[in-house]
């Protein structure tokens, strides 16, 4: 098989969205997913409005789909205070399931070659020229882009720094997430804080409802590795959670759950293998704003990527400068990130700063304007 001009690790957003942007270049692109579409994934589900004309030049008909504006934020505190807040420009809600689905439909239609159920053990570069070693067989290429989540097999076979230098309070994270009939407004995206977590609940199509909610290992382990005894003890100590979790109708007979969520940082390239998405860095799921991000650095790339392929610039130069314009783009949200999960949490904490936080709503804006971004 001759070697494609670029080889995607990981259907996810931003590697389908940046396998459309190329193929429609009239690039020869691949795309390696380890699930078969559709799929869920354990995510908040709000997607940022800045993302909006982009998802529309990768061909989707938004406006068709009646997805839900979300333009009202409501947090509270473990005691039950909360606070409201306007969202501007806000953002809309679609499960992970459907997006990604309808964007492979798109992928394929413009030419990508997806090879789902497809599993990357090892990527090694030899001259100019790539090799992609999967379960169905070896691939080359000119360019590699990993854009396989939050961790994966391949951060380890990179001997990636994140995985080796476990920071004390960043790692060892659980996501569990619902799907729910709920009875909230269809416009309000909720943040309720409970001891060592918080939860978002927001509106999807058809009528449903994502609950997803971050969480120490340890909250786990001190409840026996009992998810819905955990919820008992700890989650439901807020009065809206115990609500949530006690009357709202689950439509999974499981909750989705992921383990040793990682939020320290990044590098955007390993043996000149470019970084997409949550592998690139990972903002906090309380700033809801990953989905966003990791389409904004497709954008990049797709921009980026045509330049080394007809010999512009060389690969060197192709991963400065996409470094460059990935922390110059998403810095100050990473550290904003960071920073804002620092406050909540601890019940203590958290309660003084929903009652701080109310009387000032401009400081409020403030804290969401660092975590989110200009239309791209």
């Not at 982009?54 to 789909?65: A, I, M, P, Q, V």
């Not at 058809?206 to 955990?230: F, P, R, S």
């Not at 109310?358 to 660092?370: G, H, Q, R």
Request: proline fraction near 3%; charged fraction near 20%; hydrophobic fraction near 35%.
């Amino acid at each position: 098989m001759q070697p494609f001009n670029c080889i995607i690790i990981g259907g996810g957003l931003g590697g389908l969205t940046l396998s459309i942007q190329l193929a429609k270049q009239g690039f020869g692109v691949a795309l390696f997913e380890k699930e078969t579409y559709p799929f869920h994934k354990v995510c908040g589900e709000y997607i940022a409005m800045e993302s909006w004309n982009f998802l529309k030049s990768c061909g989707l008909n938004l406006d068709e789909l009646e997805l839900p504006k979300i333009n009202q934020l409501k947090v509270s505190a473990p005691n039950g205070n909360f606070l409201t807040h306007q969202l501007s420009p806000g953002g809309f809600g679609i499960s992970r399931y459907k997006i990604d689905y309808l964007l492979l439909n798109e992928a394929k239609k413009c030419g990508v070659h997806v090879f789902e159920n497809c599993k990357v053990n090892d990527v090694i570069k030899q001259d100019s020229l790539f090799t992609v070693f999967t379960n169905n067989g070896n691939f080359s290429s000119n360019l590699v882009i990993g854009s396989y989540g939050k961790r994966s097999n391949l951060d380890i076979k990179f001997k990636r720094k994140f995985i080796q230098n476990k920071a004390k309070g960043l790692t060892n994270y659980i996501g569990v997430k619902y799907h729910l009939k709920a009875n909230i407004p269809a416009n309000n995206i909720e943040l309720h804080n409970f001891k060592d977590g918080y939860c978002g609940i927001s509106k999807i199509e058809d009528d449903k409802y994502c609950l997803c909610y971050l969480t120490t290992a340890q909250n786990l382990k001190n409840n026996n590795g009992d998810i819905k005894e955990m919820e008992k003890n700890v989650l439901q100590k807020n009065p809206f959670l115990n609500d949530y979790l006690n009357n709202f109708e689950s439509l999974y007979t499981e909750p989705l759950v992921i383990s040793q969520v990682n939020f320290s940082n990044k590098t955007q390239n390993e043996n000149d293998v470019i970084m997409l998405g949550d592998a690139a860095g990972l903002i906090t799921p309380l700033c809801g704003n990953g989905m966003s991000m990791a389409m904004n650095a497709a954008k990049i790339l797709s921009e980026l990527i045509p330049q080394f392929l007809t010999n512009k610039i060389t690969l060197d130069k192709l991963i400065y400068l996409y470094t460059y314009k990935w922390k110059s783009t998403f810095g100050t949200r990473l550290w904003a990130g960071r920073k804002i999960q620092s406050l909540f949490g601890n019940e203590f904490t958290t309660n003084l700063l929903i009652s701080s936080l109310k009387p000032f709503p401009f400081l409020i804006n403030n804290l969401v304007s660092l975590t989110h971004g200009n239309s791209f």
